[in-house]
Each structure stands twice: as structure tokens, then as C-alpha cells.
């Protein structure tokens, strides 16, 4: 019997069991509707290709995880789409209050002076502490900072560029603003 002849839940018993062909059939069945939704939810059309692989990725990992006597496969793929957006938006949240919240204490700490002889004598030494700090991170953090900060790069295009997954290169990306906010305020209590 071809694939697209089968019910939803017979197509997930059979990727349960490793069939790629069913879970292709899936994927042409509902991946435009969660793409749909996803786009609808991040207004970016990049991210929400991504986030809908990364849906269909996690049915191919998890599939054992469907119960259809608790609803249809639609209604629990929708769900588990749902919970991924929101996972994503709140992590977005969280990473623009960091940085919202270093740039603030620059500002507060004066590492952003006012222009003048001094002014750019101060910016070359903070120049140079942050390169010293930049240079103790591990060299996957170290990576991701400078692919994004002085190459501008996104996010979802350092993952692509380094063929990592997205929330890879968010975890590395939090850990070395950490690590950097940490360096970064002894420097500043060495002053």
C-alpha cells in the first residue's frame, strides 16, 4: 500500500520503526501547516523553515511519544509546534535582556565615554581587555562571538555556516556572553 494511502497513526507506527519514507509522507501532509503557524508566530521566514525541520526532526527521534487515543496527530503535531515556538520566543526574550542588560551596564560603568583624547585612549585599553577576554573562552564560544559580533552573522546562519545545530550555537553563544560579562567586570573593578 503506497504512503499516502495510510491513516497518520499508521504512518508514525512505521517511523517508530525507522521507515524515512513515512515520515516524508508526514511531512507533505502537515509540514505547511506548521510552517504556517511557526511563520505566523516568528514573522521570519528563515527561522520558521528551521523550526519546522527541526519539528519533523524531533517526530523522527520521538514518534514513540504520539498517543492517538489522546487525539489526532495533527492536533499533537500543532501542539509540539506550539511548545517549540514558545521555547524559542522566551529563549529570544532571555538573550535580548542579556544583552540589553550588558550594554546598560556599559553604559553605566562608562566603558562608552564621551569623544576626546582621553575617550579613545580608554576605548584601545577596553579594546584590549576585551580581546584578552575573548581569547580565554573555549574555541567554539570564541567562534560563535566572532562570527556574530564582528562578522554579523545571525544566529541561525552561524549554525548553518558552522553545520551545527541552531540551539548549539544559542547555548555556546549564552555560555561566552557569560564568560565575557564575567571577565569584563574585573576589569572594569581593576579600574
Not at 27 to 47: K, N, Q, T
Not at 54 to 66: I, S
Amino acid at each position: 500500500m503506497p504512503y499516502d494511502e495510510l491513516s497518520d497513526e499508521q504512518l508514525v507506527t512505521l517511523v517508530t520503526q525507522g521507515e524515512t519514507q513515512a515520515l516524508g509522507a508526514l511531512y507533505d501532509r502537515h509540514s505547511r501547516a506548521v510552517y504556517g503557524f511557526v511563520l505566523h508566530m516568528l514573522r521570519e521566514p528563515a527561522r520558521a523553515e528551521e523550526m519546522t525541520q527541526e519539528v519533523f526532526l524531533n517526530l523522527w527521534l520521538k514518534a514513540g511519544t504520539f498517543r492517538p487515543d489522546r487525539g489526532s496527530f495533527h492536533a499533537w503535531i500543532m501542539t509540539v509546534s506550539h511548545h517549540r515556538v514558545v521555547d524559542e520566543l522566551r529563549r529570544d526574550r532571555r538573550q535580548q535582556n542579556t544583552l540589553a542588560e550588558a550594554g546598560r551596564d556599559l553604559l553605566v560603568s562608562g566603558l562608552m565615554p564621551e569623544d576626546g583624547p582621553e575617550a579613545g585612549a580608554q576605548r584601545s585599553e577596553e579594546g584590549a581587555a576585551v580581546r584578552r577576554a575573548l581569547n580565554t573562552l573555549p574555541p567554539e564560544q570564541k567562534q560563535v562571538v566572532e562570527l556574530a559580533y564582528y562578522q554579523g552573522f545571525t544566529q541561525s546562519e552561524i549554525a548553518q555556516r558552522l553545520h551545527q545545530p541552531l540551539g548549539t550555537v544559542k547555548t555556546r553563544t549564552r555560555m561566552a556572553m557569560q564568560k565575557l560579562r564575567a571577565a569584563l567586570s574585573m576589569y572594569q573593578e581593576s579600574m
